[in-house]
């Protein structure tokens, strides 16, 4: 292999990342751009090229608009307050499940899995009446005391949703990929299933961790639905009820495009970030290599 | 949750010292709204909250407000969960069905509170008052002189509208001249409650209407011969090119009249304000066609009433009496662009009173506006009034759709005992 | 596996997997039982009547079909007449399906599709709900033509993403951006795009094709709805997948390609015979969560076309929730909750029990 060949390979190789780059960016950048012009430019110029250019009248006003429109920051809080707390929870109780399932000799067990796994098939929206009234009956005690029913409260956006049948299936996948033998020898020590469960086997958990994070980071960001039927306060409100804000009888696209922008930046970031977690768990544990 | 608790301790505390113990002797009372995300109108039912408050020592107003998109879910989430507000506002049409699932009261004002106002603004459901607003909301073929001179069309008043050969006429000239993408627009990027409120004074004036509330049945009514004719022409208008379709997306239904692209637009007096400021002297608000049985617009906005659940009627009734006041109509018709309820309100406000820009609105509304059918059962027709407006503009056949519609409200109507 | 008695297993593991479970117990399966039970009564949203039993009728509401042979329009000499194409006219469906006392097994039925049959009539098969019918089909659709594109443009991406260049994390990132940003959104950035006046998708395709291509209304045609949902979909979603292949190659060990370097394996033999056995559980992950997503279809719906125009775009789920909020028919809407749910139990123990271990 010449060099100059490896050469007109690498820029092909590149050329193909770039073109694909493009097509997946393009609605993004339409989105971003749109968000620094004035409403009647933005749909003039969402026919033509100009679209994705700063082209025109470029300022930043849609964003101090949209702010004033809503209480952007308060509703950014509560998503990430819920969001963090609900993965967090997840991977936890999660992972723990799937170990179970996955490295214990259990009675019953095949059937409780396979009872979780159905749940897969069940889409949230066609229980969401019924949990309501769930969740309605449900007793709380909280600082200001005892009382009935979780309405309007961060809970009753954390709780329902921690354990979910991907997420533990995400950790049974992997954990079926793990050497037995490792767990074998940890027993061989004496360790206890939870000792094993968090000395030898989380640990190499960075790649799934990651990917389960992620996803449930998105389910639990772009939460609409359930926000809707359950918060009545300002105080609770996530940032995909905060959209709805925006939709007025004469809807301010370029605040909308501002809005979407900047809720848009903590998932990103998030990903950004673990991400680099993701790569760097791989090459320093070399699962199985 | 808790930080927030310990959050919420600490503001409540500050607020209680802060406010002093004559505060403290105020009931409070909920009040939900739908006006989340428009900071105009915040200010205006702020001030008016704040006015309440100081004006008396029993109540004191705590506002929550919704995203008006998501309004009804959210109250009717809450009524599921027995979480209901003092006070609520609803949408007109709306309005019966939370009366007969028990979600309202009837209103306990003074005799007297609500002469004089439009009929459009009172909430009347089995005989009672259950809701009124301090606004309505009409609509019009918005136009332009210039255009309509060119093109030798007749300028069409209150008391000789066009009927429905003259407006057809009138769309043919339009889309022959070529200067325009359609030379009518109806608005279908605006689904949901907009197509019965916005068409289904059509169907009316064809002699039609969606259902006959005092049976109730659709049968006859949305699919007999007047419904047959009205959705005869209603396709023909999209055959035709002569409105956009269904995929028109909510830009160009924003956009489209003023930059030209629109000969005329059938439009909503909360919209005109842009127009407004495009054409000047030139824009022209015009009544309604005559498709034969009179020329019809739909009546009633938002407008407020008493949960069911409430143990403060007495306060939610005297916050609603005091809502009612000329000063807070003309103010949300100022801030809004709303029709005040009442002549004297329209008359000391910025938009309606004599001589101002939308003064025209007002007659509109007093001469054309009609109630959409009064019953619990309206959630659902509208909804399949809605989806039979969008098949037939799609190419469905008319009778089909129309019979299908009828079916689906009867059913409805059926499975809930007439609504009873 | 060495272990200790088994009665302490059982307590372990117990113990370990209850948490989770004992929330899935309460938060998932109590409302789905809950709405199986709603499914079985004429229960309204909002109402003050008392809420009855009513068996299997919405059941029967939803899934009711029948056949009916439609006849040309004779004239009194018994010759059918024809119009001026020689086509034969027939009488009008609804004069059988409304209100005819000879037909009451038809009552309210609509005309769902029909075919030519024998002599000029024409079979036609009726629905007791059409749009029902119509969702069933779209969802079923929809599954399967996105749900084997999606993995498969996902998994050639992760390959893609896979190497080793320099500044290859720049494009994973904006591999997976259509992700992070929540589908709502997307789908309402694109309705601009698929706009049929002057939306860029529109203007993009006359560019390149030097003005021949005329613009297509693509949400608003029947023919392009569903297709340009799908497509819609697949870009938005399959960055998602991307990151889950990618997982699963990061976990095949280097060695193998460098033992495979060495014998002198070309790219399609590494990829045959390391990579994809490799992939087994991730493939399995992949294919189940597309299936799941594909049939929980709802937002771009939503937010796009509602269903229209013609039902080209109806799904289960849009219907469920239309039904079950909008008409505050949660019986009905709850009924097809659970049909959705027997449909795909039904196709995933299927798909079990052919990709089941042979060994």
Request: hydrophobic share 50%.
């Amino acid at each position: 292999m010449t060099d100059r060949h490896s050469i007109a390979s690498l820029i092909l190789r590149y050329l193909l990342l770039v073109w694909i780059a493009l097509i997946f960016l393009f609605p993004l950048v339409f989105m971003v751009v749109s968000s620094l012009k004035p409403d009647l430019q933005l749909l003039r110029d969402s026919a033509s090229v100009r679209a994705f250019l700063p082209v025109g009248d470029i300022s930043i006003d849609n964003y101090g608009l949209a702010a004033e429109r809503a209480p952007i920051a308060r509703f950014v809080f509560n998503s990430l307050f819920v969001t963090a707390t609900t993965v967090v929870l997840s991977l936890i109780l999660c992972s723990m499940a799937a170990f179970s399932f996955v490295f214990l000799q259990w009675r019953g067990r095949g059937v409780v899995l396979a009872i979780i796994l159905a749940t897969f098939i069940v889409p949230f929206e066609t229980i969401a009446i019924p949990l309501l009234l769930v969740v309605n009956n449900l007793p709380w005690i909280g600082i200001d005391g005892f009382r009935i029913g979780w309405i309007n409260s961060y809970q009753v956006q954390i709780i329902p949703w921690i354990a979910d049948a991907l997420t533990i299936f995400l950790f049974v996948q992997f954990f079926k990929d793990l050497p037995k033998d490792l767990i074998e020898a940890a027993r061989v020590d004496g360790a206890s299933w939870f000792q094993i469960y968090r000395r030898v086997v989380m640990p190499l958990c960075g790649p799934v961790l990651a990917t389960a994070a992620i996803l449930k980071f998105l389910v639990m960001y772009n939460q609409y639905i359930w926000p809707l039927m359950v918060t009545q306060s300002e105080d609770y409100r996530p940032v995909m009820v905060g959209l709805q804000y925006f939709f007025q009888l004469n809807t301010a696209w370029g605040e909308v495009m501002a809005y979407l922008s900047l809720i848009t930046v903590p998932v990103l970031a998030f990903y950004l970030v673990l991400q680099r977690a993701f790569i760097s768990s791989i090459a320093s544990t070399g699962i199985k290599g | 949750m808790t930080l927030n608790g310990a959050l919420k301790t600490t503001l409540s505390v500050l607020a209680l010292s802060a406010v002093g113990v004559a505060a403290q002797a105020q009931t409070p009372l909920s009040l939900w709204y739908h006006g989340a995300g428009n900071p105009v109108e915040r200010d205006v039912l702020i001030g008016l909250i704040e006015d309440f408050n100081t004006s008396q020592s029993d109540w004191v107003i705590e506002l929550a407000e919704f995203p008006q998109a998501s309004y009804n879910e959210s109250v009717v989430a809450a009524g599921l969960a027995g979480n209901l507000p003092d006070i609520v506002d609803v949408d007109g049409p709306i309005m019966p069905n939370w009366a007969w699932a028990g979600y309202l009261q009837p209103l306990d004002l003074p005799d007297g509170t609500t002469d004089g106002f439009l009929p459009g603004t009172l909430g009347y459901w089995n005989g009672e008052l259950y809701t009124v607003g301090l606004w309505d909301a009409a609509v019009a073929v918005l136009a332009r002189r210039s255009v309509l001179d060119e093109h030798g069309i007749r300028i069409p008043t209150l008391d000789e509208p066009w009927d429905l050969e003259e407006f057809d006429a009138a769309l043919t000239t339009l889309q022959a001249s070529g200067d325009f993408d359609y030379p009518f627009d109806v608005g279908m990027a605006w689904t949901g409650e907009w197509y019965p409120y916005a068409f289904g004074p059509f169907l009316q004036s064809f002699g039609g209407d969606i259902l006959d509330a005092s049976v109730p049945t659709a049968e006859g009514v949305l699919n007999g011969d007047a419904g047959l004719d009205f959705g005869d022409w209603w396709q023909s208008l999209f055959d035709r090119d002569m409105v956009p379709g269904v995929s028109q997306d909510a830009a160009d239904r924003e956009t489209g009249f003023v930059d030209g692209n629109y000969a005329m637009q059938w439009n909503g007096n909360w919209a005109v304000l842009s127009a407004l400021e495009t054409f000047g002297d030139d824009l022209l608000i015009l009544p309604a066609p005559d498709f034969g049985n009179g020329p019809t617009i739909g009546a009633a906005s938002w407008q407020f009433g008493v949960s069911s659940t409430t143990e403060h009627a007495d306060g939610a009734n005297q916050f609603i009496e005091f809502m009612l006041q000329d000063e807070y109509l003309a103010a949300f018709s100022d801030a809004l662009g709303l029709i005040p309820a009442t002549a004297s309100a329209a008359a000391i406000s910025e938009y309606y009173s004599e001589g101002g820009p939308l003064e025209v609105f007002y007659g509109l509304s007093e001469a054309q506006a009609r109630l959409r059918a009064v019953t619990p059962g309206y959630l659902v027709a509208a909804l399949e009034f809605e989806k039979a407006m969008s098949d037939i503009a799609s190419g469905a056949d008319v009778a089909d759709t129309l019979d299908a519609a009828t079916d689906a409200i009867n059913d409805d109507l059926e499975r809930n005992n007439g609504y009873q | 596996m060495a272990a200790g008695p088994r009665g302490k297993q059982t307590l372990t593991g117990w113990a370990m997997a209850s948490p989770a479970f004992l929330l899935m117990l309460l938060f998932l399966i109590t409302p789905f039982f809950l709405a199986f039970g709603l499914s079985l009564t004429n229960q309204r949203l909002i109402s003050p009547n008392p809420a009855e039993y009513v068996g299997a009728r919405n059941f029967e509401n939803l899934l009711g079909l029948s056949f009916f042979v439609l006849e040309p329009e004779r004239d009194e000499a018994g010759e059918v007449i024809r119009d001026d194409d020689g086509a034969p006219e027939y009488p009008r469906l609804r004069t059988f399906t409304r209100n005819n006392p000879d037909y009451p097994h038809l009552d309210g039925m609509r005309e769902w599709m029909s075919i030519g049959w024998t002599d000029d009539s024409r079979l036609v098969l009726l629905a007791s709900d059409v749009v029902f019918m119509k969702a069933l089909t779209n969802t079923i659709l929809f599954v399967i033509v996105v749900a084997p594109m999606q993995a498969g443009i996902a998994l050639l991406l992760a390959l893609l993403i896979n190497q080793k260049l320099r500044g290859i994390t720049v494009f994973r990132v904006i591999y997976f951006m259509p992700v992070v940003v929540s589908i709502v959104v997307v789908a309402f950035l694109w309705r601009f795009i698929y706009d049929g006046q002057n939306g860029l998708l529109n203007s993009m395709l006359g560019f390149l094709s030097f003005g021949v291509f005329q613009p297509v209304d693509w949400l608003g045609n029947p023919n392009t709805a569903l297709a340009s949902i799908m497509a819609m979909s697949i870009w938005q979603g399959v960055g998602f997948h991307m990151i889950i292949w990618l997982a699963g190659l990061q976990t095949i060990p280097v060695s193998l390609y460098e033992a495979a370097d060495i014998e002198g394996a070309n790219r399609w033999q590494k990829f045959r015979y390391i990579t994809w056995p490799g992939l087994r559980n991730t493939a399995v992950l992949v294919l189940v969560i597309i299936t799941m997503q594909c049939f929980a279809l709802f937002p771009q719906v939503d937010v796009m076309t509602r269903g229209g125009p013609l039902d080209s775009t109806q799904t289960m789920v849009f219907q469920a929730v239309q039904r079950g909020y909008e008409r505050q028919d949660i019986a009905g809407g709850s009924a097809i909750s659970v049909l959705l749910f027997v449909f795909v139990l039904a196709i995933s123990l299927t798909q079990r029990w052919l990709t089941r271990d042979k060994d």
